[in-house]
């Protein structure tokens, strides 16, 4: 008897160690906490809560509804971003005319003026057009550039342009002292009675 009895003290103790061991892991429900018996409310150990102390499940339960609902705004804020910065890209243009481009070389603007000259360099590197504002080449105010790659888009810019007023919009750059601007599509640039005002 007192032999069965210990082996029945020893598998009860054997028994009962592992519940304490794991009364913390094997104990946690799926949000990674657990009652707690002795002093009371509810603990986490694990997951998004883990560390945390609440009076309640139903407690902890609003806390982590609270972060996956905190969770979308900075997919809100970054989806609003890019457009804040594309306002911030895109101010409006100053409208120029051929002659006071020179002053305003590295700036995004309209410049205007009439197409005193035009010509199609096809021999020339890149195969450029040029539309010259004002006062014909090698005299012009302003050069419009519109390299052979984008030539095919403009139709025949040289014929459909020379003589007319246009507006064009895009970065002033400066070529050899004259200030020029390379255009790429054909929205960019407009007879002066299409522009509006």
Same mark, same amino acid.
């Given at each position: 008897?007192?032999?069965?009895?210990?082996?029945?003290?020893?598998?009860?103790?054997?028994?009962?160690?592992?519940?304490?061991?794991?009364?913390?892991?094997?104990?946690?429900?799926?949000?990674?906490?657990?009652?707690?018996?002795?002093?009371?409310?509810? &603990?986490?150990?694990?997951?998004?809560?883990?560390?945390?102390?609440?009076?309640?499940?139903? *407690? !902890?339960?609003?806390?982590?509804?609270?972060?996956?609902?905190?969770?979308?705004?900075?997919?809100?804020?970054?989806?609003?971003?890019?457009?804040?910065?594309?306002?911030?890209?895109?101010? !409006?243009?100053?409208?120029?005319?051929?002659?006071?481009?020179? *002053?305003?070389?590295?700036?995004?603007?309209?410049?205007?003026?009439?197409?005193?000259?035009?010509?199609?360099?096809?021999?020339?590197?890149?195969? @450029?057009?040029?539309?010259?504002?004002?006062? @014909?080449?090698?005299?012009?105010?302003?050069?419009?550039?519109?390299?052979?790659?984008?030539?095919?888009?403009?139709?025949?810019?040289?014929?459909?342009? &020379?003589?007319?007023?246009?507006?064009?919009?895009?970065?002033?750059?400066?070529?050899?002292?004259? @200030?020029?601007?390379?255009?790429?599509?054909?929205?960019?640039?407009?007879?002066? *009675?299409?522009?509006?005002?």
């Amino acid at each position: 008897m007192t032999r069965n009895a210990g082996h029945t003290l020893l598998l009860v103790s054997l028994l009962a160690t592992p519940l304490v061991a794991s009364a913390h892991g094997g104990g946690l429900d799926s949000l990674g906490c657990h009652h707690n018996r002795k002093a009371g409310g509810y &603990h986490c150990h694990r997951g998004e809560l883990a560390g945390r102390s609440f009076s309640s499940k139903a *407690d !902890a339960m609003k806390a982590l509804e609270g972060k996956k609902e905190a969770a979308p705004e900075p997919t809100k804020q970054q989806s609003v971003e890019p457009k804040q910065e594309e306002k911030l890209t895109t101010p !409006a243009r100053k409208t120029l005319n051929a002659v006071e481009a020179k *002053d305003h070389v590295g700036e995004t603007a309209v410049v205007c003026g009439k197409v005193a000259s035009a010509r199609y360099a096809e021999g020339s590197r890149g195969s @450029p057009t040029f539309l010259n504002l004002d006062k @014909p080449h090698p005299d012009a105010i302003f050069t419009v550039v519109i390299w052979g790659s984008e030539r095919d888009s403009f139709g025949q810019p040289e014929e459909e342009y &020379h003589g007319k007023d246009i507006c064009v919009t895009g970065r002033i750059e400066n070529y050899d002292g004259t @200030p020029q601007m390379v255009v790429a599509n054909p929205k960019q640039i407009a007879l002066r *009675d299409e522009k509006k005002p």
